[in-house]
């Protein structure tokens, strides 16, 4: 069976803006029909990431390769696979939205005409309004689209629902999840509204000043970590826990709840019977988790 | 910190108005030196600091905009009763400065102190109706900001048009009608600035601040922001249709596909602005025509406007399905394009005046006979020479426009300079070398363009 090729690769990746180094040896492959949430701080170097991806910044040094080509290189074959939604949501303002639609539609020869009357109707997007007039929500949502309509194999969505009403972003994901089902799809989500990214996503990437910390999947980090809810069965908790791993700990008399560091379920449920106690093993949320391999880091 | 003090920090921390200021003490130093050194005293000479206080109106209006247009100025507490104040704590001291050089009028202290004094006061008065305008106009004018570009202009068209031998003559002759006027423009003043409904109206208004000149996007968005404005009235589907069947009718790997859809906003841009587009080109043509030794100067003003409506499509940010090769050649063909263009529109106005200078009449003005003159044909050639020059200079500065005009200036004023003065004798260009100069120019703004598209991130912050 041959293997497949990486859609996203990246050979130590670096790039700099004067003093500011916001690649720094980036190693990275991404298989095909991944969903993937890119975290970190700002500043971090997502941005500078996804645009070195889409071929808008060139690397100092090392080697980007997107969708099997060269990112300096990409051409009309290879863009027309990749969709992109910038952070600035720079459109062209002084057209109506669905003159934009057209303009960016003209250029696809693969546009999805039934998938845009359904956006623009699900999202309620108003095709007669001037792109320079709509709120900030307005024109995520008319980004999204044109970032989407053309059904590209790579999406790359750099804080796509920031600006979004907590309905548009509902509605955002299930479109997000139906795109999913169809196979061969790859998203990558830069985003700070991790409770909605962790819906999606099936692998993780964490950066930290230009530098991937965490590149894996998601269960795997899920598996990393555990929150325990211990509660005594007979009289009060033993003084001290017989845990290994312990990152976080609040208790009283009664109960605990921990924070453990690659622990097995099994492991913990025999340690709390040891000491008499109900141990309720609940999987973090994402946003814990990034905080906490962020914290490590 | 009072109000008034926290709203006249402004006018030393910035660092914008400090260049303002630099300007204006070189422009001062030139009119006060003149009036030094200069024996022949010309008519008018008095009352020359008099146009500097214009600048000064129009600065202080729009500082202050800036704070009255932000959607919280109506719940600043005393904010409102603040303004009228700075406008005088400004206003007054540098009336009263301007128009100190009247003390030293001619044979004015000899008719009778009383009158001495009566035309000071009438100076004064003067400087301050100058300053109000200033304020009247920054206040009421939709883009005042984008006024401030052509301030420096009036150092050389005020003297140009007499304005202040006029107004130097009303202060000296005519003191009690000008101190009349003041008293009543100030107090219309007093009240305009005093209602509510005045700055409810501006609170939360669009406006440019003096800052955004520096910042790429946000002179983008201002310029989208006014075409979107103009566009909402003037939309022409036609052009709609025509680009989206034209870009949609191209297979991807084809370049015609960006090259049109490259055109299409510059089209639309053009649409939107065409009428201000052919005025200036009719008010250049005829300038040239009238005044043939400045025709290359003006001239070159409308290939200059045509390439500031346009965009090139080499970093733009709507990753559309065009790579790094397709951008260049997109924006090459757009610069190549417009430079037929603009060759086009100056020919046509060029071979116009031909017929024209033997059916106009020459026009008498103050005893100066003004004939219009057929414009050389060689003019067309000015475009193909602005057009790499300005494009040159927008991509290099692509992120502080200011720089632009700064960079454009040397430029132009050499070009001024050879076409009025003895310079130009030293500077002869032979068909030849403007051929030369044209060449060198558009290889380098290819090269540059081709560098950036190739070997350069397209996006920058």
């Known amino acids: 069976m041959s293997e497949i090729s990486p859609i996203i690769e990246l050979n130590e990746v670096s790039k700099a803006f004067g003093r500011t180094q916001a690649l720094d040896g980036v190693e990275l492959a991404v298989q095909p029909g991944r969903i993937i949430g890119l975290l970190g701080a700002n500043g971090a170097g997502k941005s500078t990431l996804l645009r070195a991806i889409v071929g808008l910044y060139l690397p100092d040094s090392g080697r980007v390769t997107t969708v099997g080509c060269n990112a300096r290189d990409l051409g009309p074959q290879e863009l027309a696979r990749i969709g992109y939604v910038h952070q600035e949501g720079e459109l062209l ?37 001037r792109v320079g007039s709509l709120s900030p929500g307005e024109r995520q949502k008319v980004a999204i689209l044109i970032a989407i309509g053309f059904e590209p194999d790579l999406l790359i969505l750099d804080e796509p629902a920031s600006a979004l009403d907590p309905i548009a972003r509902a509605r955002f994901l299930d479109l997000l999840l139906e795109l999913i089902q169809t ?115 | ?25 070189l422009v001062t130093s030139f009119i006060v030196a003149e009036g030094l050194f200069d024996s022949r005293r010309q008519e008018g000479a008095f009352a020359g600091l008099l146009i500097l206080i214009f600048p000064l109106g129009v600065l202080v209006a729009i500082m202050q905009m800036e704070v009255l247009s932000k959607p919280l100025s109506c719940c600043l507490p005393g904010h409102h009763g603040v303004l009228r104040r700075l ?17 030293g009028y001619p044979g004015l202290f000899h008719t009778s102190p009383a009158w001495w004094a009566l035309v000071l006061c009438s100076a004064f008065c003067a400087n301050l109706l100058v300053y109000m305008a200033g304020l009247v106009l920054g206040f009421t004018m939709r883009n005042a900001t984008a006024f401030v570009a052509f301030l420096p202009s009036l150092a050389v068209l005020a003297p ?22 003041t008293a009543v423009t100030v107090g219309a003043g007093w009240w305009w600035l005093s209602r509510p409904a005045w700055f409810h109206r501006r609170c939360g208004q669009y406006w440019t601040e003096l800052f955004s000149f520096w ?49 299409y906003p510059v089209c639309i841009m053009m649409a939107v602005q065409w009428k201000g587009v052919v005025f200036i080109t009719l008010l250049a043509v005829i ?28 970093r733009s940010v709507l990753l559309v399905a065009g790579g790094r090769r397709e951008r ?66 927008r991509i290099l500065f692509y992120r502080h426009p200011v720089l632009w005009g700064l960079a454009m200036m040397p430029v132009f004023l050499f070009v001024f300079m050879s076409s009025t003065t003895p310079l130009g004798r030293l500077v002869t260009l032979t068909p030849a070398t403007a051929v030369a100069v044209i060449v060198v120019l558009w290889g380098l703004c290819l090269a540059t363009i081709h560098r950036i598209a190739m070997r350069s991130d397209l996006v920058r912050e």
């Open chain 2, 328 to 393: 260049f050649l997109a924006s090459a063909a757009m610069i190549v394009g417009l430079g037929v263009a603009a060759m086009l529109v100056i020919g046509a106005a060029v071979a116009l005046t031909r017929p024209l200078a033997s059916l106009v009449p020459d026009i008498q003005v103050k005893g100066v006979t003004l004939r219009l003159q057929p414009i050389r044909f060689t003019m067309v050639l000015v475009p193909l020479a602005v057009l790499p020059l300005m494009n040159l200079v």
């Open chain 2, 87 to 103: 406008v005088l704590v400004i206003g007054l001291p540098v009336a009263v400065l301007f128009s100190l050089p009247f003390m």
């Open chain 2, 215 to 263: 910042d790429r996007r946000q002179i983008e968005r201002h310029r989208q922001f006014y075409a979107a404005r103009r566009f909402a009235k003037l939309a022409n589907p036609a052009i709609d249709h025509f680009f989206e069947r034209a870009v949609g009718r191209h297979r991807p790997s084809d370049l015609r596909k960006y090259v049109l859809g490259a055109l």
């Open chain 2, 287 to 314: 300038w040239a025509c009238y005044s043939p030794s400045v025709a290359p100067f003006v001239i070159a003003v409308v290939p200059l406007m045509i390439a500031g409506v346009v965009e090139l499509p080499l």
């Open chain 2, 1 to 25: 910190m009072s109000v008034l003090t926290v709203n006249l920090r402004q006018f030393y921390q910035r660092w914008v108005v400090l260049l303002i200021y630099g300007g204006v003490i």
């Open chain 1, 93 to 129: 303002n002084w057209m109506t939205v669905g003159q934009l639609i057209r303009y960016v539609a003209a250029y696809y020869p693969n546009w999805n005409e039934d998938l845009e009357r359904r956006y623009v109707a699900d999202f309620d997007v108003n095709r007669s309004a």
């Open chain 1, 183 to 297: 196979e061969g799809h790859t998203i990558i989500i830069s985003s700070h509204i991790l409770s909605d990214v962790e819906k999606v996503i099936d692998h993780v990437i964490i950066m930290d000043r230009g530098r991937i910390v965490r590149d894996g999947s998601f269960d795997d980090l899920r598996e990393d970590y555990a929150r325990v809810r211990l509660t005594a069965l007979h009289g009060p908790l033993p003084a001290t826990l017989p845990f290994a791993g312990v990152l976080d700990c609040r208790r009283n008399e009664a109960e605990a709840v921990l924070t453990l560091r690659r622990q097995s379920p099994q492991a913990i449920e025999d340690q709390a019977r040891a000491i008499d106690c109900k141990a309720d093993i609940q999987p973090l949320p994402l946003e814990d988790l990034y905080r906490l391999v962020a914290g490590e880091k």
């Open chain 2, 160 to 181: 140009m048009s007499g304005v202040h031998a006029v107004i130097e003559r009303l202060i000296v002759r005519h003191p009690v009608a000008v101190l009349s006027l």
